[in-house]
C-alpha cells in the first residue's frame, strides 16, 4: 500500500487556499430546508490558516413571507427589527456568496457541521433564488469541502489524547464548536455570530492540522480521489 503523503496535500492546500463559511439562520428546527440565512460569514486563509482575510460578513432582510423562529433569534442575539433594516435583501446575500464562490471555484471550503448544516440551507436558498443549487457539490468546478466536525469525530476515535476534549458532568462526549473550542485554550469570541464562528473554525482547522497532521489531510485525500 502506498505510504500517506502528507507534505503533498499540504501544498495543495497551500496552492488552492482555503475558506471558512459559517450561516446563522431562521430556525432551530429539524425542517431545516425551509430555513434561510439571516446572516452569512467567509474568510479566507492562506495554507497556514493565519491571519484569514474577511471576504464576507453580511446580514440580511428577509422576505415578507419567512417569519425567524424566536429562539433562533435569541441564540444569535438579532434583532429582528434591526433585521427588517439590513441593506441587502435574502436573494442580494445569497447571489453575493454564489458569485464569491463561482469566482474562486478552487478554494477548499471548511466548515463545522455545515455537511449537515449550513450546505443543506445554502443549497435551499440558491434553488430558490434560480441559482445552481449544485454550486457546493463535489462535481461542480472540482468543488472540495472538509466538516471539521467530521474530523474531531475521527480525532477523538483514533487519536482521543492529542488534543482535549469537552465532556459533561456524566462524562458524554461534547464536540460543539464552542465548547471544543474552549477546551483548547481558544477564544470562541461570540458564539452563534457567524464571523466569530468562522475564526475559530479556522483556528481548530490549525490545531487539527497540527494534531495529528493525517487527520486533517484525510478528507483531503478522499475529496481529491472522488474527482479523479
Known amino acids: 500500500m502506498q505510504a500517506f503523503n502528507w507534505q503533498e496535500y499540504k501544498e ?40 484569514p482575510e474577511i471576504i464576507i460578513n453580511d446580514k440580511c432582510r428577509l422576505p415578507y413571507h419567512v417569519l425567524p423562529n424566536a429562539g433562533a433569534l435569541n441564540i444569535t442575539n ?24 463561482k469566482e474562486y471555484p478552487e478554494k477548499i471550503i ?12 445554502l443549497r435551499h436558498s440558491f434553488f430558490s433564488s434560480l441559482i445552481n443549487p449544485y454550486l457546493l457539490s463535489n462535481a461542480s468546478d ?12 475521527a480525532i477523538y476515535c483514533f487519536e482521543p489524547t492529542s488534543i482535549a476534549f469537552h465532556k459533561d458532568v456524566t462524562g ?3 464536540l460543539k464548536q464552542e465548547l471544543l473550542a474552549i477546551a483548547n ?8 455570530a457567524a464571523l466569530d464562528d468562522v475564526k475559530v473554525l479556522l483556528k481548530l482547522a490549525k490545531l487539527f492540522e497540527q494534531n495529528p497532521q ?4 484525510r478528507p483531503l485525500h478522499q475529496e481529491i480521489k472522488k474527482e479523479q
Open 78 to 101: 438579532i434583532n429582528p427589527m434591526q433585521l427588517m433594516e439590513e441593506p441587502l435583501s435574502l436573494f442580494e446575500l445569497t447571489n453575493k456568496i454564489a458569485s464569491y464562490l
Open 110 to 121: 471548511a466548515t463545522y457541521n455545515g455537511a449537515s448544516y449550513d450546505l443543506i440551507i
Open 185 to 192: 485554550g481558544i477564544d470562541p469570541g461570540d458564539a452563534h
Open 12 to 51: 495543495i492546500l497551500g496552492s488552492r487556499g482555503i475558506i471558512g463559511l459559517d450561516l446563522e439562520t431562521t430556525g432551530i428546527n429539524k425542517n431545516i430546508e425551509y430555513e434561510r440565512p439571516t446572516s452569512a460569514a467567509i474568510l479566507e486563509a492562506n495554507n497556514d490558516l493565519n491571519n
Open 142 to 153: 472540482d468543488r472540495i469541502h472538509i466538516d471539521l466536525y467530521n474530523v474531531a469525530q
Open 172 to 174: 458524554k462526549l461534547i
Open 214 to 217: 493525517e487527520f486533517f489531510s
